[in-house]
């Protein structure tokens, strides 16, 4: 990444490389920086984190929200060392303990808002109390900092820290491309995290994957046809690192800022067409609920002719949605499938090809995709056939080198070259990927990694609570929402508003929180007495269609169950008892209503 940056500053220097919108609305007046500017800002950052020690196995963690700033310490940890970008609403506990697996010894912030409590300077200082790696904090701000005085960190201001450094080159020397770049956690996780090693290699090879699979821009070595690149997607996460942030440099492409919280900002979100059409934005990448969102406002009165493509991952999109953003937009969301482990990208429907909706398309080109059958050990037993489910095994250059915890390597890989995703999948003749399921039991709501566990010890904190087993419920929002089934301790009456407030306050990430509890006599089980969460999972599934559905059929005359389909996984099948209702339109409705689930379903006569 800092080579590509190097060449095209030299080809378009003057060019903007990035334009920041500090309150992500069309109202704001930018902030701009040229490829050079950006690639100085760069030059400083790794200068700054060499002259604090830094060396190369150390990392520099990143605990921003969308900034500049935040792009040039990323870039400039990876130039001097390793960089760490980290979830801010993770827990402090959580981010000191990533700090602390990444021998992180510089951590880079927002100054104190005054009057704020609770900001990311605060929760940073929990961290580094928390964590033993961390020696030294840099802020970002327009306020200096004078000192620290209860802790036995160095304290320095970004903005004279940075600016007091050569710009021209690196006063150190940079090691080989196969060295690890970052570290990224794979989602919310106590304890120990997964660190995924990402390579300065993989990162640039898994941008040229993905933009070979794109659109001809029809560009030369000069970069005369420019792409512009809107990203609201958070910078601590591959996506936005990857298919934004990146993905412009690398095509020698503007990338537009849209303010700190990005699409968390509802002011973003109203002026989102507008900003399109401004700055003649060609690409976009959301998540199913953003894209559910967007249709919300108004579309018509916006010039989108800029707009070439946009992108989704990190859950299934429902049909209705990819039809409905089609028809008011005259653009395909073009799905891909990808994961922290394979730097981003592994799978996307092609620009010029094929787009079957639901599916997650092709494989990258130079990466590997297959499913297998494994034995309860973990080991290969076969590959699948046609059509056939099994775990879905990733191979290529841009696959991660593997967890910084070595230990937990010897899982991931049942073969050699081949990393476990733990997702369940199949391959149509034609070579297109259709996920059918996971094996391991994240949840993902709005495209946002939740770690079951952390919801279900949020509850089992709780004095009355014995078990419980936390599951994703279908939302046609968020496409998953955590839920928990409870079993008490007994003789305990504990009530499910009372477990739900419990679990709020004790839980280590509020999108891990969970929005119901359903509390039982008993659990199912198996052999080993470990919670059996597809039955759980069934029994949520169940419950969620049977509530939208009701509101079509609300009589009783609906029997909603689930089962396990060869093809497709989990399927929802219907069947309606009454002879006198009108199937044709209680059908329509039906369409309507569940559509919005990515689940598969299906009337049954």
Known sequence: PIDAIEYVSEKIGDQIALRYLPSGRVSDEPLCWSYLDYHKEIIRAGNLFHSMGLQRSESVLLLLPNVPEMLFALWGAQAAGIAAPVNPFLQPGQIASIADEANAKIIVTLQPVE?????????????????????????????????????????????????????????????????????????????????????????????????????????????SHRTVILCGLPLFHVNAVCVSALNAVM?????????????????????????????????????????AALMRHDVGKYNL???ISCSSGAAPIPVSLFEQFRSQTGID???????????????????????????????????????????????????????????????????????KQHKI????????????????????????????????????RGGHNIDPLITEESVMAHPDVEMAGAVGKP????????VVYVKLVPGSAASVEELLSFAKEHCAERAAAPVDIIIRNALPL????????????????????????????????????????????????????????????????????????SLPWEIVL
């Not at 973990?378 to 095994?393: A, P, W």
């Not at 010897?410 to 999948?425: I, K, R, T, V």
């Not at 996984?569 to 009108?582: A, F, H, R």
């Open 333 to 403: 969301i073009t799905e891909g499938y990808g994961m922290t482990e394979t730097t981003c990208g592994a799978s996307t429907h092609y620009f010029y090809g094929a787009r079957p909706v639901g599916s997650i398309g092709l494989r990258l080109p130079y990466h590997e995709m297959r499913a297998v059958v494994l034995d309860e050990q973990g080991h290969l037993v076969r590959d699948c056939g046609e059509d056939e489910v099994g775990i879905l095994l990733h191979k290529g250059p841009n696959v991660t080198v593997g967890y």
């Open 115 to 223: 009057g704020e409590r609770e900001g990311l300077f605060e929760k940073a200082m929990q961290v580094c109390e928390m964590s033993s790696a961390i020696v030294s904090i840099v802020t970002i701000g327009h306020e200096k900092i004078e000192s620290l005085t209860k802790l036995r960190l160095n304290l320095l201001d970004w903005n004279s820290a940075t600016q007091s450094q050569p710009s021209d080159n690196f006063l150190f020397e940079r090691d080989a491309d196969h060295d690890v770049a970052a570290y990224f956690h794979t989602g919310g996780t106590t304890g120990s995290p997964k660190l995924a090693q990402h390579t300065h290699r993989a990162q640039a090879i898994n941008i040229c994957q993905m933009q070979m699979t794109g659109p001809d821009l029809q560009n030369d070595i000069n970069f």
């Open 251 to 291: 095509s020698g492409g503007e990338l537009v800022l849209a303010g700190p919280n990005g699409f968390r900002n509802a002011g973003t979100m109203e002026d989102f067409w507008a900003l399109i059409e401004k700055y003649a934005v060609t690409f976009f990448a959301a998540v199913p609920t953003i894209y």
């Open 526 to 597: 198996t052999a080993v007495g470990k919670i059996f969460k597809p039955e759980l999972r069934k029994d949520i599934i169940q419950k969620a269609f049977l509530a939208e559905a009701s509101e079509v059929c609300p009589n009783g005359e609906l029997t909603v169950w689930v089962e396990d389909d060869a093809q497709q996984g989990l399927k929802v099948l219907l069947n309606i008892s009454s002879k006198k209702t009108d199937l044709e339109a209680i059908c329509r409705l039906l369409d309507d209503r569940l559509g919005r689930f």
């Open 475 to 482: 939302d046609s929002y968020s496409g998953e929402v955590p």
């Open 305 to 307: 002719s800029s707009l």
């Open 409 to 444: 390597n010897a899982e991931a890989w049942p073969e050699p070259e081949w990393f476990n995703s733990g997702d369940l999948a199949r391959f149509d003749k034609d070579g297109c990927c259709w996920l059918a399921g996971r094996r391991k039991d994240v949840i993902i």
